[in-house]
C-alpha cells in the first residue's frame, strides 16, 4: 500500500487504494482532518465532507460516522515537522477480529506514505489554484489603454 501511495495523485486514488488495503482486514472507512481545511473548488470525490476540515469516505455508505463504534486516530506530519491534520480509521462491527496487528501502521511505512500522499495531494490543490489565478488574472482588464476617440475600453493582457 505504501509503494502505490507514492504514486497516488488524487483524493478518488486514494480513497480506493486504501479501501483495497484496509476493507479485508475489518475496517469500514477512515476519514482526514486536515489542519488548513479543504479548498472550496476541490474535488473531493467519494468522500463525504462532515466539515470545511474534515472527511469520511465509509466503504457501505454508513449513514453517519458515528455509527461505527470504534475508531483509531493518529496525527498526520509534513515533512518539514509541521501537523498536516490526522487519519482516522473506522469500524462498525467490534465483534469480528481484526485482522492485523496495530503496531503495521507504524512500522511499515504506512502512516508515512499517507502523510506524504496526502501532503502531495493538497500541494496539488496549491500548485492548481495558483494556476487558475494566473490565469485568470493574465485576462483581466487593466482599465483604459487607448483614450479619447473610442467609447469603449479596450482591455489589454496585463504585463505582469
Same mark, same amino acid.
Given at each position: 500500500t505504501a509503494d502505490r501511495l507514492e504514486k497516488c495523485a488524487s483524493l478518488p486514488q486514494f480513497?480506493?487504494?486504501l479501501r483495497e488495503c484496509l476493507e479485508p482486514i475489518g475496517f469500514d472507512g477512515?476519514?482526514?482532518?486536515? @489542519?488548513?481545511?479543504?479548498?472550496?473548488e476541490v474535488e473531493?470525490?467519494?468522500f463525504k465532507m462532515s466539515s470545511r476540515s474534515k %472527511?469520511?469516505?465509509?466503504?457501505?455508505?454508513l449513514p453517519e460516522p458515528?455509527?461505527?463504534n470504534w475508531s483509531l486516530t493518529f496525527s498526520l506530519t509534513k515533512r518539514n515537522g509541521k501537523s498536516l491534520g490526522g487519519f482516522t480509521l473506522y469500524r462498525k462491527n467490534t465483534a469480528s477480529q481484526l485482522w492485523m496487528d496495530l503496531d503495521a501502521f507504524t512500522t511499515t511505512g504506512? @502512516?508515512?506514505? %499517507?502523510?506524504?500522499? %496526502?501532503e502531495n495531494?493538497?500541494?496539488s490543490w496549491v500548485t492548481h489554484g495558483e494556476e487558475e489565478r494566473l490565469q485568470k488574472s493574465a485576462y483581466e482588464s487593466t482599465g483604459t489603454?487607448?483614450? @479619447?476617440?473610442?467609447?469603449? @475600453?479596450i482591455p489589454v493582457r496585463s504585463s505582469s
Open positions: 480513497c480506493q487504494i477512515f476519514g482526514l482532518y486536515l @489542519s488548513t481545511g479543504l479548498p472550496a473531493l470525490g467519494p %472527511v469520511q469516505y465509509f466503504w457501505d455508505q458515528c455509527d461505527a504506512f @502512516s508515512h506514505a %499517507v502523510e506524504a500522499c %496526502v495531494i493538497q500541494n489603454s487607448i483614450g @479619447s476617440g473610442f467609447r469603449q @475600453s
